[in-house]
């Protein structure tokens, strides 16, 4: 598998559920950022979780970063039809400031 | 604080011709990272820059790329002799210094015709 490969691929839930998606690397990581990418635009910076935390929130957004499996999961709560996007995990190693990117999880909230 | 702003955000080129990016960081930031997005695929690093200093190229390819961020005005990224191969989604992204949150441009989408 690729470094910073996310899981599922795609995902479609219904408006109000929760969503979640993960991410797993391979190398020994600084920080991992979530990023979303609405079709055809920019990245939106989500979180930055660094290597030495476990957990972080940011509104609706939980971040869970397990270092000993090199995995992370984004979990939306009560999602709504905006949150319909593409979702990447980005990891940084130490020492490297360049973002190993996934292939991204296409999330689709159907109202 | 205005974000990363890039332009052209469209850019087409024919076979042969040269393409350039511009990226201005945003206020305060001197590190800037260039990725390229092809179809359907994630962000794949290409070059990493502080000012009037390239950090890292490891993703640049050996030849016809080109990347600068002089210490006035915008960082730039070169193509020469554009191939239809180098369609694709440019992002530049910006940080106030290294191991922070990059942020990102809205991306020069180039079409090589």
């Known amino acids: 598998s690729q470094q910073g490969e996310e899981d599922p691929q795609a995902l479609s839930i219904q408006e109000g559920e929760n969503a979640t998606m993960n991410c797993s690397y391979k190398t020994s990581i600084n920080n991992l950022q979530w990023y979303r990418q609405n079709s055809g635009r920019g990245l939106v910076h989500l979180i930055l979780i660094r290597s030495n935390e476990r957990e972080k929130h940011s509104g609706r957004l939980r971040v869970t970063l397990d270092t000993s499996k090199k995995s992370s999961s984004l979990l939306i709560t009560a999602s709504r039809a905006a949150d319909t996007a593409s979702y990447f995990c980005a990891t940084a190693d130490f020492g490297n400031e360049k973002l190993t990117f996934g292939t991204g999880t296409r999330l689709t909230i159907i109202p | 604080n205005a974000g990363v702003m890039q332009n052209p955000r469209h850019l087409v080129r024919r076979r042969g011709q040269e393409a350039r990016l511009r990226c201005s960081p945003m206020k305060g930031h001197s590190h800037v990272y260039w990725y390229r997005q092809l179809p359907e695929e994630g962000l794949k690093f290409m070059v990493y820059l502080q000012k009037e200093n390239i950090i890292d190229e490891s993703g640049m390819p050996k030849e016809r790329f080109s990347a600068e961020f002089p210490k006035e005005g915008p960082s730039i990224l070169r193509i020469q002799q554009v191939v239809r191969g180098d369609s694709a989604a440019y992002f530049c992204?910006?940080?106030?210094?290294?191991?922070?949150?990059?942020?990102f441009g809205p991306g020069t989408r180039l079409t090589v015709t």
């Open positions: 992204a910006s940080s106030p210094d290294a191991g922070y949150e990059q942020y």
